[in-house]
């Protein structure tokens, strides 16, 4: 059962008008021929934008495909024949609201067609449109909301995997922004709760870890809008659903987090502390129950259990911390004075990697359990630094050992040079 | 005691011919007589390399697999294996530096001419031979720096006319650096390269002593005007003092060895990107620098291969000195070769430095 009215329309149109798969064409453009000179540039820069790189036209689709009209003639008004018989495709002009979603819909969200061009691209964009908040606005008469040719452009479309696309992963959130951070158009929505809808969330991203690993880090698997949100079938995640969205990367966290106290207290899952279009660089000063460790917000007293455990996490991370910093410290300098220790820097990256489990342990909110992880922790990093003691009695052996030996030397050299101011004493004599 | 086992060895042997030749072997005194000691040190140096890499062969087993956890092991489980791979390391590059100082004031003093000739080429290929030595020692820890170092340094050979293919796969035995290579470093490095330089030493020493010690022209000039010749006797009193700079050079390898130890590095990855700032050891700097300055062609020939041509012509040129500098073999004043070497010294330096600091 379908939902939306213009859902049928897209569905109608792709089925008995998708287009055969286009071939490049030699024949005269009309279209492209007049539109680039005319003066009004609404109307002559779709023709010129067209020429450039768009994988439309590199595939070999024209004007027509989606604009209609007949190519083959010059004459302004047969080319622009609305009824269709001056063409084999009727003119349709500039295609807007549900048209678009139509419009792209013919070719893609025809398998058989796709598949000739892109066999692995899915062709349920539509679909998922339909289910978006967008989608939604639009079936209800919303003509304000983003279409297909908002976020890909409608000439010049490159694919998603070129870098200067506005939909590449480095250019998403400013491709949402483009609505999103502009308060007058966004005035007149509201949040499920009747407040107005924010436009801070592209300078909150801008702040966090996941849009400096991004764009600084180069790293393109990490998170931007769509990564959350969806991107056709984009809304924003519901509050039991925010631990699943983040758990999508953050496994191990997201299954801590499942069997926590905090799983049934917290609203708002993962965001609770660490927000969520600014999420922050994570810091073991969010533990604790003062300063500004975040389980204060909740926790505080002597008699707050939540707060002991908080406490007690924190100490034990920390301690775990400055026994492997001084060690590494120690290492450092015994390797640096010729000492070799490539055993001890794996066992110490073992007790480096305890501190990651515990803070991993950590989000289970259970202290007994990051206890064991780092007394383990605490373990190797004991035994690494007696050995980095050793390390450190033998180089102090070693320079007793030169310091005798050089003196050895130096008795030698001395006595050398007594016995040959002799012999050449004597040679003079 | 001393006396004692002489005279038993001179009962059977009959030591009166080099009984003779000790008292009466004399070393020249002049203000130019501190450079002969640097052959002395020289083949002190190689004697320490001698002692400390028959140590590391104990140990050490030659293959891509075992090569580099070999020499960890000598360097944290062998007792004192630590000292004596660092002064394997850093007596190999005093050896060189100081057999490089031997060369060059051998060239300005202009000791090859007539009638040391054979003397000076000796001396020539036993310089080859060491950096031949310090070429092939470099790969044998297998590490990262030294595999793509002698990648390099072996893709230079195949530079060479006519037979670089053929040098660069007998080097590396294959098209690639791999097990093979060090294998074969390995049998040079501890055989072939130590057998030559044996025969070349005793060669080098024996025309030394047949010969005596060269004086500089000028002073020669005025002992043949009838000016006598002061002399020192070669035992003891030259050879006490050789053995002061020996020690000199132990304590200063001993300091070395302890204060900057020789870095293991990672083990070699050949599947691994080459790192940044791969260079070769600091005496092949200067060649290395210079073939990377070179244009990538020279009119219609290859830059790299117009250096290399280059260095085999000047190394040729070394060799055959004495028997081009025809002046300095009657005696007579050369400025062209002074000229020569002193340019050569002002190139290495610069080049190795500039080399040194480029990234």
Same mark, same amino acid.
């Given at each position: 059962?379908l939902q939306n009215s213009w859902l049928l329309v897209v569905l109608a149109l792709a089925v008995t008008a998708a287009p055969a798969a286009a071939q490049p064409s030699s024949e005269p453009n009309s279209c492209a021929t007049c539109h680039a000179s005319l003066p009004d540039q609404r109307l002559s820069t779709p023709a010129k934008t067209f020429t450039g790189p768009d994988i439309h036209r590199e595939k070999g689709f024209q004007c027509i495909d989606c604009h209609g009209g007949n190519p083959a003639t010059a004459d302004k008004a047969k080319s622009h024949d609305f009824s269709g018989r001056e063409s084999a495709m009727a003119f349709r002009g500039k295609p807007t609201g549900a048209t678009i979603i139509a419009t792209c819909a013919r070719c893609h969200s025809d398998a058989e067609l796709m598949r000739t061009y892109a066999p692995k691209q899915r062709v349920d964009q539509a679909t998922e449109y339909a289910t978006s908040v967008h989608g939604k606005r639009l079936d209800a008469g919303d003509r304000n909301v983003a279409t297909c040719a908002s976020c890909h452009g409608a000439h010049g479309i490159r694919l998603v995997s070129d870098a200067k696309s506005p939909v590449f992963p480095t250019n998403v959130a400013a491709t949402c922004a483009r609505c999103h951070a502009d308060a007058k158009r966004m005035a007149d929505y509201k ?5 107005p809808l924010p436009t801070h969330q592209l300078a909150d991203y801008q702040k966090s870890?996941h849009y400096t690993a991004l764009t600084k880090g180069n790293d393109l698997s990490a998170p931007t809008c769509n990564d959350c949100h969806g991107n056709h079938g984009a809304v924003p ?40 279009h ?6 073991? %000063? &969010?533990?604790? =129950?003062?300063?500004? @460790?975040?389980? !204060?917000?909740?926790?505080? *007293?002597?008699?707050?259990?939540? /707060? ?52 991993? %342990? &950590?989000?289970? =909110?259970?202290?007994? @359990?990051?206890? !064991?992880?780092?007394?383990? *922790?605490?373990?190797?990093?004991? /035994? ?46 | ?359």
């Amino acid at each position: 059962m379908l939902q939306n009215s213009w859902l049928l329309v897209v569905l109608a149109l792709a089925v008995t008008a998708a287009p055969a798969a286009a071939q490049p064409s030699s024949e005269p453009n009309s279209c492209a021929t007049c539109h680039a000179s005319l003066p009004d540039q609404r109307l002559s820069t779709p023709a010129k934008t067209f020429t450039g790189p768009d994988i439309h036209r590199e595939k070999g689709f024209q004007c027509i495909d989606c604009h209609g009209g007949n190519p083959a003639t010059a004459d302004k008004a047969k080319s622009h024949d609305f009824s269709g018989r001056e063409s084999a495709m009727a003119f349709r002009g500039k295609p807007t609201g549900a048209t678009i979603i139509a419009t792209c819909a013919r070719c893609h969200s025809d398998a058989e067609l796709m598949r000739t061009y892109a066999p692995k691209q899915r062709v349920d964009q539509a679909t998922e449109y339909a289910t978006s908040v967008h989608g939604k606005r639009l079936d209800a008469g919303d003509r304000n909301v983003a279409t297909c040719a908002s976020c890909h452009g409608a000439h010049g479309i490159r694919l998603v995997s070129d870098a200067k696309s506005p939909v590449f992963p480095t250019n998403v959130a400013a491709t949402c922004a483009r609505c999103h951070a502009d308060a007058k158009r966004m005035a007149d929505y509201k949040l499920p709760d009747g407040s107005p809808l924010p436009t801070h969330q592209l300078a909150d991203y801008q702040k966090s870890v996941h849009y400096t690993a991004l764009t600084k880090g180069n790293d393109l698997s990490a998170p931007t809008c769509n990564d959350c949100h969806g991107n056709h079938g984009a809304v924003p995640p519901g509050v039991g659903a925010i631990a699943n969205v983040c758990g999508t990367c953050h496994a191990v966290f997201a299954q801590k987090f499942e069997g926590s106290v905090h799983q049934q207290i917290f609203d708002k899952g993962c965001v609770e502390c660490h927000g969520n279009h600014a999420v922050l660089k994570p810091s073991d %000063e &969010m533990l604790g =129950a003062t300063g500004h @460790a975040i389980c !204060a917000t909740c926790h505080s *007293g002597s008699d707050d259990k939540g /707060a002991a455990g908080a406490e007690k996490m924190r100490g034990g991370i920390e301690h775990l911390k400055a026994s492997v910093d001084r060690t590494g410290a120690l290492l450092a300098r015994i390797k640096n004075a010729g000492i070799e220790v490539s055993d001890d820097e794996l066992a110490l990256r073992e007790a480096r990697t305890k501190l990651t489990l515990a803070r991993t %342990e &950590m989000h289970a =909110a259970n202290p007994p @359990a990051v206890d !064991a992880v780092l007394s383990d *922790g605490e373990k190797i990093a004991a /035994a690494v630094e007696t050995s980095g003691q050793r390390g450190l009695g033998e180089l102090s052996y070693r320079r007793r050992g030169l310091g005798v030996s050089l003196g050895a030397i130096l008795i030698v050299i001395v006595g050398l040079a007594l016995k040959l101011r002799q012999i050449d004493r004597r040679s003079h004599r | 005691m001393l006396q004692t086992a002489m005279n038993w060895l001179d009962e059977r042997l009959d030591l009166t011919d080099i009984k003779a030749f000790v008292k009466e072997k004399g070393v020249p005194l002049h203000t130019q007589e501190v450079w002969y000691y640097l052959g002395g040190l020289t083949l002190f140096l190689f004697a320490v390399q001698i002692f400390t890499g028959i140590l590391l062969l104990l140990y050490y087993r030659p293959s891509a697999a075992e090569a580099y956890e070999s020499v960890q092991f000598i360097v944290t489980k062998v007792p004192f294996g630590w000292l004596i791979r660092n002064i394997h390391s850093w007596s190999a590059n005093l050896l060189i530096a100081v057999a490089f100082a031997h060369f060059f004031s051998v060239f300005l003093l202009k000791s090859y001419r007539k009638p040391r000739e054979l003397t000076w080429v000796s001396g020539m290929l036993l310089l080859f031979l060491m950096l031949g030595f310090g070429f092939s020692g470099y790969l044998l820890p297998w590490n990262e720096l030294s595999f793509f170092a002698t990648k390099v340094g072996t893709g230079i050979a195949g530079a060479v006319p006519v037979v670089g293919h053929f040098m660069l796969r007998l080097l590396r035995g294959g098209d690639d650096v791999t097990g093979a290579t060090l294998s074969r470093f390995y049998g040079l490095h501890v055989a072939v390269l130590p057998a030559i330089a044996t025969a070349l030493v005793g060669l080098h020493l024996l025309f030394v002593q047949r010969q005596g010690m060269s004086v500089p022209m000028k002073i020669e000039r005025r002992v043949n005007a009838g000016e006598p010749l002061r002399e020192m006797p070669f035992f003891p009193n030259y050879i006490l003092r050789d053995v002061l700079a020996w020690y000199v050079a132990l304590a200063l390898l001993a300091a070395l060895a302890l204060f900057y130890p020789w870095e293991l590095g990672t083990k070699a990855d050949p599947f691994a990107a080459v790192p940044p700032g791969i260079r070769p050891e600091w005496y092949f700097l200067a060649m290395f620098h210079t073939l990377k300055l070179l244009p990538s062609h020279i009119w219609i020939f290859e830059g790299e291969r117009v250096g290399v041509i280059a260095f085999g012509l000047a190394a040729a040129f070394l060799v055959f000195v004495p028997f081009l500098d025809r002046k300095a073999s009657r005696g007579e004043r050369s400025p062209v070769f002074t000229i020569a070497a002193v340019a050569g010294l002002v190139y290495l330096v610069v080049f190795t430095i500039i080399g040194h600091v480029a990234k």
